[in-house]
């Protein structure tokens, strides 16, 4: 039997480790920034799987986020942290500014929302432990997908502001500072299509690592 894995972990391994470094004698280690750009990226496509299994988050969050017959708990855990993204999304304008938001919260919370960009480049080069990295790749795209089940409709706004008449120079600025991590603005994928689209990868995902989640969760 193959080992254990969910989607979140997998994901989170893939893209964090072109970003991993070693002290000459020590740990390894992320640095801050790219960690909570890899969490933008966990973050939001938990939150587009999340508004596609929203009415069977219970069963959807093992496969996703979870260990073994733990899903309910996290599944509490993803609705639970995505009610606390509630008054930062009416601030945010983009579903990477509501994680920054949130991270600059966490970490200084004196701060005012409006102040997330130079939060963001005065603690990105500071270093993470990375086993710490991996775990918060899993909780970001759970809190993602909480925040989808809690308010899917502000999720689709965020989604169509991240990505609809963008502004090249002021993505390129933002891709200098790390903030998102592609230098040129991608193309705009309607919402509905990047939900199949995601919904497509985590089948073959469950295919090969949890063939039965396919039927509880109306995937062929």
């Known amino acids: 039997m193959s080992k254990w894995q969910t989607y979140a972990s997998m994901l989170t391994v893939q893209h964090l480790r072109p ?27 938990g ?7 929203r009415d069977r988050l219970d069963v959807f969050a093992e496969p996703f986020g979870s260990e073994p017959g733990k899903g309910a708990n996290v599944c509490a855990f993803m609705r639970k942290e995505g009610r606390a993204l509630g008054d930062l999304a009416k601030t945010a304008n983009t579903l990477h500014a509501l ?11 004196t701060r005012p929302p409006s102040q ?13 432990p990375l086993d710490f990295a991996l775990a918060m790749g899993v909780v970001h795209g759970c809190r993602g997908a909480g925040f989808a089940a809690e308010f899917p409709n502000r999720l689709e706004e ?10 090249p120079h002021a993505w390129r600025e933002a891709f200098k500072y790390g903030v998102v991590d592609t230098s040129e ?12 689209e995601a919904v497509a990868q985590f089948t073959e995902f469950c295919k090969e690592f949890h063939p039965g989640f396919l039927e509880p969760l109306g995937l062929r």
């Open 185 to 196: 603005p991608p193309k705009f994928i309607p919402f509905e299509e990047r939900e199949q």
């Open 116 to 128: 997330w960009m130079e939060w963001f480049l005065a603690s990105s080069t500071e270093r993470a």
């Open 158 to 167: 965020l989604y169509k502001n991240s990505y609809s008449n963008q502004n």
């Open 99 to 109: 994680v920054m938001m949130h991270e600059m919260r966490t970490a200084d919370p």
């Open 19 to 45: 970003q991993v470094e070693k002290r000459l004698l020590g740990a390894k280690f992320v640095r801050v920034g790219p960690l909570i750009t890899v969490g933008a990226f966990l973050f939001e496509t």
């Open 47 to 53: 939150a587009i799987l999340g508004h596609a299994f």
